[in-house]
């Protein structure tokens, strides 16, 4: 921008001269001068532009903060830089946002109950939640400290031949491996870019909710299927009998009707029981007086208790409270006298009696002094349909689900019961509920 300051100068100094031919059209210097002078002014603003850029790039090669906001000349020049440090601004922006969805992702993998692991196409790890490790120790043989050895342990074969394989048509596979006691859910699913995912899932106590399940479907058809076989059989009984022949009809009608009840009976503890364990939130809680609850259910059995001369003894202060659900702890008290009733035989006495209440939790004691149950036996009471001998629960008109109903509400309510025999004769059941207030 000097030479032509000078050269301009010169000019009007006469100390350049020009041709002949020049010195008769002066126009011709005017001319010049503007060209200079419009030169000038351009390549300033070019400068500018450029002066601005390279202290974008200089900043950006130290790592330095760089303006957020740049002043570029209005020209082309001036609108190329302002693309680009709008486009690096956006690319930033973007890498943030990509960050921080990275982490979120990382967070997810750290607290999945999953084993989770990133390797690269060279099978090195990429990335390993701490669960993965400790799938891997409880399926290998041998202590592991590196996530690469699967690649080298026989039970992920399977894993490695997949993944080895030229033609497959799916990026996905899994398998089940079976080891120490535990069953897990093993997945590859292989990328684009050749990089691969391996998961590895605990499933054994899915599995064994799905067996217990699959086991009380069959023990429910099986239990479903006496009480209809013999409502068919008397019904078809009745239907060749002779009309006039009103006595038998009617024998057969009672012994039909009581099938019907024990159907019923068992369609509700099915429906009880899968009601505590699926939808426990349906249950609404509130403080029941325990008294009063005892008090209705034996109005509710004064019958029974009368026809097989029962004696049932209460021993509950009016103020023993329990924050719980009064549904629930009725069906907890009343499958606990109906399994008295049912298999301690005739003319027994059945005691309720809160021995101990604490600040924190209240103590039942609930016995009876039939004949007991052999203690082989004690520990599987509170199982499904568990018989202590065959035939038990269907010769009592029971559902063989009570006692299974009281454990799960009792664990409802963050309690505990055992069962256990009396010296003296009969069976003792020993419960606790915490006494739990509503927040």
Known sequence: MLYFSVVIALFTAGIIALPYEMEVRPFIILFFIVCAVMMFYFADKFSKSIKELKEFAVNLKNEKPTKTAFEFPDDEIGEISAEIVENYNLLKENRKKLALEREKLIQHFQFSEEGIAIFSEERKKIYANSHFLQFLNVIADKPVLEDEYLFSDPDFEEIVTFLDSTGRT????STRIEKSGKKFNVRVIIFEDKNFEIYISDITKAEKRRLL???????????????????RGYLETILSLDPKDIGRQQAFINRAYVQTIRLSELIQDISML????????????EPVYIKALLDELGSDLTKIFHEKNITF???VADSVVIYGNRTLLYSIFRNLVENSIAYAGESIEIMLQCYMETDDAVYFEFHDNGAGVEEKHLVKIFERFYRVNEGRTRDTGGSGLGLSIVKNAVLFHKGNIVAKNRPEGGLLFLITFP???PC
Do not use: C, W, Y
């Open 274 to 285: 899968t009601k505590i364990e699926e939808a426990a939130g349906r249950f609404v809680k």
């Open 213 to 231: 399940k699959q086991e009380m479907t069959n023990n429910i058809a099986h239990e479903l299927r006496t009480p209809v076989t013999s409502i």
């Open 313 to 315: 003894n209460v021993d």
């Open 435 to 437: 006494k739990t207030s």
């Open 170 to 173: 799916e990026n996905v596979f």
